[in-house]
């Protein structure tokens, strides 16, 4: 089945680092989401990829939708303690809207 | 707008007892999920529903059960719990429409002790 695979699975950063995640998928995804959860709270949608290539931007954070589909990353720059959480992406594929969680990316954010 | 709301938010369960998570949401969404999330792990999906009176399994189904009478609703029955059901349980929903609009809302989520 579809697998997708998400690296790191921890980042600890200083105030003001950047920050990057990465998805990968075993098949071509037709979309792809991300997601953020804050510390005993649930998944929030953040943003969804459609296009080959795409790049999108929200204030600090940049998300990519890799060119073969297979692929995505979330970078953030200059990361500020609110960022802390868990980001996770879902990938769709094969015309199913049945999202494949990765396992997410826990960033903590030192002062 | 509730979105999806989730009860309880908390339970302990004794080894064998059962129970029922309830999940309903109010957005007329026909796609809705139950997912489990133990540390470190994500997110697994134990079963979904395309819309009322189908459902089918997850990656994770085995000790559990659903069923979708209605739209709104997506109960999730667990049957004889077992430590190994010791989880945070999520449930969440999504419109249809196309590739575009296939976001998901998540309940606040169910915290769940079986000892």
């Known amino acids: 089945g579809q697998q997708v695979m998400q690296i790191p699975q921890y980042q600890h950063v200083q105030e003001g680092e950047d920050f990057t995640t990465y998805c990968n998928s075993s098949?071509?995804?037709?979309?792809i989401q991300w997601y953020k959860q804050r510390p005993g709270g649930h998944p929030v949608f953040l943003i969804q990829l459609v296009k080959s290539g795409e790049v999108k931007k929200q204030k600090r954070l940049t998300f990519q939708f890799g060119e073969a589909k297979k692929n995505s990353s979330l970078h953030i720059t200059a990361t500020q303690t609110t960022d802390v959480g868990t980001y996770f992406c879902a990938g769709s594929a094969g015309g199913s809207y049945i999202p494949t969680f990765g396992r997410g990316t826990s960033l903590i954010v030192h002062p | 707008n509730a979105g999806v709301t989730q009860t309880p938010k908390f339970r302990i369960l004794k080894i064998g007892q059962s129970m029922t998570l309830q999940c309903a949401q109010d957005?007329?969404?026909?796609?809705m999920y139950w997912y489990r999330q133990d540390p470190g792990m994500g997110l697994k999906l134990i079963y979904y529903?395309?819309?009322?009176?189908?459902?089918d399994k997850g990656e994770v189904p085995n000790g559990y059960n659903v069923s979708r009478s209605t739209t709104e609703d997506f109960p999730l029955r667990l049957e004889l719990a077992a430590p190994s059901q010791t989880s945070v349980y999520f449930c969440?929903?999504?419109?249809?429409?196309?590739?575009?609009?296939?976001?998901?809302?998540f309940g606040q989520g169910t915290r769940l002790t079986v000892v």
């Open positions: 969440a929903s999504s419109g249809t429409g196309g590739v575009m609009n296939t976001e998901a809302f």
């Open positions: 957005m007329n969404h026909n796609y």
């Open positions: 098949t071509t995804l037709s979309n």
């Open positions: 529903s395309v819309g009322a009176g189908i459902t």
